[in-house]
């Protein structure tokens, strides 16, 4: 008396070479592993392009561009990935004009890693534009020698913890955001509500 949806595919797209765009496509459903490549992952291929699509419910990670310069996620609509809606390392990357929203939908332990975008060891890169909100945990994260980074003029709200969390870093650029009403998961019974913006083991 039940319908029971089993995914066999770990991804949808996974680059084999450079100077690729990836555009108006909808793609949902994979069975990746946390913190593994997303779904959609330029494979370390540089000159990638993901641009309006709507990308969701892979179970780790939706879209991963890393190793890689001239990368851009530009215009999609990002959501609900079971662990996080981009990530992205040792990339020089922009992500501009997305809605990145109600991501780690799996439950991931945030103690772990979980939220809207996590970023690690990963210079110029640049996310503007964007509206951030409803992810469990952090909103936009950077982590671990991210340096030269620019978050601007987006909107980030309603996020579990941080809005942005800058960690482990150098040389960041925070300015022309709006943020509200991040930070109020209940925990144990409680509210804690933590800062809109962290900064955490950083400098400029």
């Not at 980074?149 to 150098?170: L, M, Q």
């Amino acid at each position: 008396g039940h319908t029971v949806e089993v995914t066999t595919r770990t991804r949808w797209v996974v680059g084999t070479s450079g100077d690729v765009t990836i555009e108006g496509f909808t793609m949902k459903h994979a069975a990746n592993p946390g913190l593994a490549k997303g779904a959609l992952t330029n494979n370390g291929y540089d000159n990638w392009t993901v641009r309006n699509n709507d990308l969701s419910w892979a179970h780790g990670v939706n879209v991963s561009l890393g190793g890689a310069t001239g990368l851009a996620i530009t215009g999609n609509n990002i959501h609900h990935g079971g662990q996080y809606g981009i990530t992205g390392s040792n990339a020089a990357l922009e992500v501009r004009d997305n809605e990145i929203h109600h991501n780690n939908a799996e439950n991931f332990d945030p103690n772990w890693a979980a939220g809207g975008m996590k970023n690690a060891a990963s210079v110029h890169l640049v996310v503007s534009g964007n509206d951030v909100h409803h992810n469990d945990w952090t909103g936009l994260w950077r982590d671990e020698a991210c340096n030269d980074a620019t978050y601007s003029n987006n909107r980030v709200h309603h996020n579990d913890r941080y809005g942005i969390r800058v960690e482990i870093s150098d040389h960041v650029k925070v300015f022309g955001n709006v943020l509200w009403e991040n930070g109020w998961r209940e925990t144990d019974g409680h509210s804690y509500q933590q800062s809109a913006v962290g900064i955490i083991a950083s400098r400029d």
